[in-house]
């Protein structure tokens, strides 16, 4: 199993998720990650690395080389400007961040199957 496919399984585990879900989201081909996961493939298209990168708010760096450098600062301060945003004061409990970001995919899931319901009929 690639590292690649190591952090994006974290980081869907780390947000309550399941892979199938993320690729569903993203539109990234669920294909493509099983055979990342194999071992048929080595990596995945850069395109598909900044849509997942993106999902979950992590730079690209961090997908490919596990590197948090920039990614660790980028999200301290999008963490900090969420919170402001969302309670007025950047002092708040992360857990609480955590909670805010678990309810959000709760209703971006709902979202969609919403959309595919509706399109079905």
Same mark, same amino acid.
Request: with cysteine.
């Given at each position: 199993?690639? +590292?690649l496919?190591?952090? =994006?399984?974290?980081?869907?585990? +780390? ?12 539109? *990234? ?5 099983? @055979?990342?996961?194999?071992? #048929?493939?080595?990596?995945?298209? !850069? ?5 997942? &990168? ?5 730079? !690209? @760096? ?6 948090? +450098? ?5 999200s *301290?301060? =999008? @963490?900090?400007?969420?919170?402001? &945003?969302?309670?007025?004061? *950047?002092?708040? @409990? ?7 970001? #678990?309810? &959000? ?17």
């Amino acid at each position: 199993m690639s +590292e690649l496919y190591n952090r =994006i399984e974290k980081l869907c585990k +780390e947000n309550g998720i399941n892979v199938t879900v993320m690729c569903k989201e993203t539109g *990234a081909s669920r294909g493509s990650l099983t @055979d990342l996961k194999s071992g #048929r493939k080595k990596s995945l298209s !850069t395109e598909t690395i900044s849509k997942i &990168a993106d999902y979950f708010n992590v730079t !690209t @760096d961090y997908l490919i080389s596990g590197s948090k +450098e920039n990614s660790v600062s980028v999200s *301290a301060n =999008i @963490d900090d400007s969420i919170k402001f &945003a969302l309670f007025g004061d *950047a002092d708040v @409990d992360d857990e609480v961040l955590d909670d805010v970001r #678990r309810y &959000a995919l709760i209703a971006r899931q709902m979202r969609e199957e919403k959309k595919r319901k509706s399109n079905k009929e």
